[in-house]
């Protein structure tokens, strides 16, 4: 009978609402008990005094990179270092080598997952075959072969009708689509946000508009069809002001933010350092504080990481030729922590926009402590310090912007199934 008792921590779970000091254990796999002073007896005891005890993360938007770029990540390094982020659980997009358009590569991600990663992983099947925006890939096949969302992710599906119809066939598998909103004839060659940083550095301007007005046309279609809209890596007020009103209307839209939308502006660009570029690209200090706020206020329903290895000789390069992307994983839970420090956000619902939130619009279990549910857990220390270097962590890719930075939080502790497969004294220690 395998047990692990988590010792007095900070229970929050946004399910049930509980956010106070108690014991957790955990049993054959399963949620057993929870309150204070429970019987230790057979089980491994993980002290967790001063840290938080939450439903394991969900992280709606990663890349994985395998089949293909195996150089970049593979499904084995990037569910190792989701585990060390503390994700129990992480959603793959599908622009991989070749493109995860068919159930055969839909099969080959969930058959490497099940022996390679240490976390669950739920892979999100091409909106339009080759990610090329022509023509619709076979929904109902995929979502039988274990597709649990559609999107063309780093491509914007520019075709209107196309786009329309593949909301209205949504609606019959019933999964969202996620959708990467940027009017690609508006950013032309655009590499940073358009305004005094691209001036400054005589680089091509993405404007903000571009994504703007991507997301004013797929939340119409979204409301002519009914289907489930999630967007993707909103970075601008004006996307921001968009999905609050559909919100308003009453209409089935949700949007991510990720880590680094939240925190960086794009003067951290003047460097020319590559691992800041990102699509859509780091924005003003308004668009900034425009997505913390709706964030908070429920508007924003998810933080999402976008983790996205490149190879080190594929950052190194001039930052108009350099792939966008940055790795996330293992930096997400100190970076965001910082919403918490300023008062902006309460832990609990913090918790439920990493957690809860992720696992409902992706219609996956999790984000629940409840009694019987998986034991999915991670254990948190909000409070500490350490230097996050990326070559001593689990990814192959190295592209991070906080590099070498002091951050203040960190994952102690993660568990998938009931299974202890992180620590961050013993390192990942499953599969």
Not at 60 to 76: M, S, V, W
Request: net charge negative.
């Amino acid at each position: 009978m395998n047990r692990i008792l988590i010792r007095g921590g900070r229970l929050i779970d946004p399910a049930s609402g509980c956010d106070e000091t108690r014991d957790l254990l955990i049993q054959d796999g399963r949620i057993a008990e929870f309150g204070e002073d429970l019987e230790t007896r057979g089980a491994e005891v993980i002290d967790a005094t001063h840290c938080w005890v939450s439903p394991g993360l969900v992280d709606l938007h990663c890349h994985l990179r395998e089949p293909g770029q195996e150089h970049k990540e593979d499904i084995a390094s990037g569910g190792r270092s989701a585990a060390a982020g503390g994700f129990t659980a992480i959603a793959c997009m599908a622009n991989t080598d070749p493109v995860n358009d068919e159930p055969a590569t839909t099969d080959f991600i969930i058959d490497r997952a099940r022996h390679d990663s240490p976390v669950r992983i739920y892979p999100v099947a091409a909106a339009t075959r080759g990610l090329k925006g022509e023509v619709m890939t076979e929904m109902s096949a995929l979502v039988e072969a274990g597709a649990v969302a559609f999107s063309d992710d780093g491509r914007t599906i520019m075709d209107s009708g196309l786009m329309r119809r593949v909301l209205e066939y949504s609606r019959l598998v019933d999964v969202p689509v996620v959708v990467h909103c940027e009017d690609r004839t508006l950013v032309n060659d655009g590499v940073v946000n358009e305004g005094p940083v691209s001036t400054k550095l005589g680089l091509p301007g993405n404007p903000a508009v571009a994504e703007s007005v991507h997301v004013s046309r797929d939340v119409m279609l979204a409301e002519i069809t009914g289907a489930r809209l999630h967007v993707a890596h909103v970075s601008t007020a004006g996307a921001v002001e968009t999905i609050r009103q559909a919100r308003d209307r009453g209409l089935n839209v949700t949007g991510e933010v990720t880590p680094h939308h939240l925190t960086l502006t794009d003067e951290e660009a003047l460097g020319f350092d590559t691992n800041t570029k990102v699509a859509p690209p780091l924005r003003s200090a308004e668009d900034v504080r425009a997505c913390r706020e709706a964030l908070c206020d429920g508007t924003l329903d998810a933080i999402a990481t976008d983790h996205a290895p490149h190879a080190v000789h594929e950052k190194d390069q001039e930052y108009t030729i350099a792939p966008h992307g940055m790795i996330g994983f293992e930096t997400a839970v100190p970076v965001v922590l910082d919403l918490v420090r300023t008062g902006e956000i309460t832990p609990i619902e913090l918790v439920r926009r990493m957690s809860t939130h992720p696992a409902r619009i992706l219609g996956q279990q999790g984000g629940s402590l409840a009694v019987g549910e998986p034991a999915d857990v991670v254990i948190i220390d909000p409070e500490r310090n350490w230097t996050y270097d990326p070559a001593k962590g689990y990814s192959k890719s190295r592209n991070s912007p906080w590099a070498g930075r002091q951050l203040v939080g960190r994952t102690v502790a993660t568990i998938v199934g009931g299974r202890l497969v992180y620590h961050v004294d013993r390192g990942v220690l499953v599969p």
